[in-house]
């Protein structure tokens, strides 16, 4: 999972040659992430109680907390869409090499999909929307919680050296 974090929060700035810069204002950094960490797993955990599949728990939790996000802070909209379809793009790629070094993975040890009973190049519909929803909320989330915005990534000058 960690790998799906790191990916799914830097694939839009890598792909667009993005940083991510202060934006200005001062508030309590960690206590924002630490609430709507909190806030994410609620929802999930909620949603989980009465009987909604943990992964699509998670994915609602995920996207309906981004979502918040991204009411308040509208310049994340098109980086996390971005960010969200780089994210599931990855996903299937490391989904179709899973496939490819664990033959059937998919039919032996993942569930039959709930609610999208389809498959991509294979990959369960579900798991590329759990890629995706992933994406989405690891774009806006660090960039809401701490304040920052994405700005193109300054070239160095060949001139000086």
Known sequence: MAQLGAFSSTAYAVAFRRTVVPRGGTSKHGWRAIGAIMLMLAVAGLLNAVGVPILYAAVAAMVSCAVGALVVRPDLVLPSLWGAGLSGIIYLGLCLLFELLVPGVFERTWRPSILLRGRFLGV??????????????ATVFPAWAFRLEFTPLQRPDSRSG
């Open 124 to 137: 369960p519909l579900d798991e590329l929307l759990y890629g995706v929803g992933s994406g989405l909320a």
